[in-house]
C-alpha cells in the first residue's frame, strides 16, 4: 500500500483522520501506508501525490523543536 504526501501550506499532523509526519523534502507524509480507497480521495485533491516509502520502509519523520521549548540561541 502507498503513503500519501501533502504539500498544502496547511497540513497537519492529522488529515482525515490519518496521522502525517513531516517530510524531508517538504509537506507532510501519512505515518502509514493507505489502503488504495483512501489515497484515491487523498489524490482526487490538489496537493496530494502518491509515495512510495524510500528503501521499502516507513517514511522517517523530520525531527522538529518541540513547541513548548524553543530552540536554544547561540
Same mark, same amino acid.
Given at each position: +500500500?502507498?503513503?500519501?504526501?501533502?504539500? =498544502?501550506?496547511?497540513? #497537519?499532523?492529522?488529515?482525515?483522520?490519518?496521522?502525517?509526519? &513531516?517530510?524531508?523534502?517538504?509537506? +507532510?507524509?501519512?505515518?502509514?501506508?493507505? &489502503? @488504495?480507497?483512501?489515497?484515491?480521495?487523498?489524490?482526487?485533491?490538489?496537493?496530494? #501525490? =502518491?509515495?512510495?516509502?524510500?528503501?521499502?520502509?516507513?517514511? @522517517? &519523520?523530520?525531527?522538529?523543536? #518541540?513547541?513548548? /521549548?524553543?530552540? /536554544? #540561541?547561540?
Amino acid at each position: +500500500m502507498p503513503y500519501v504526501l501533502c504539500t =498544502r501550506p496547511n497540513a #497537519s499532523g492529522n488529515i482525515n483522520g490519518f496521522p502525517f509526519v &513531516p517530510h524531508p523534502g517538504g509537506g +507532510m507524509v501519512s505515518a502509514d501506508d493507505l &489502503p @488504495e480507497d483512501v489515497v484515491a480521495n487523498f489524490l482526487a485533491i490538489p496537493g496530494y #501525490s =502518491r509515495v512510495a516509502p524510500a528503501g521499502g520502509s516507513a517514511p @522517517e &519523520p523530520v525531527a522538529a523543536p #518541540s513547541p513548548q /521549548k524553543p530552540a /536554544k #540561541s547561540k
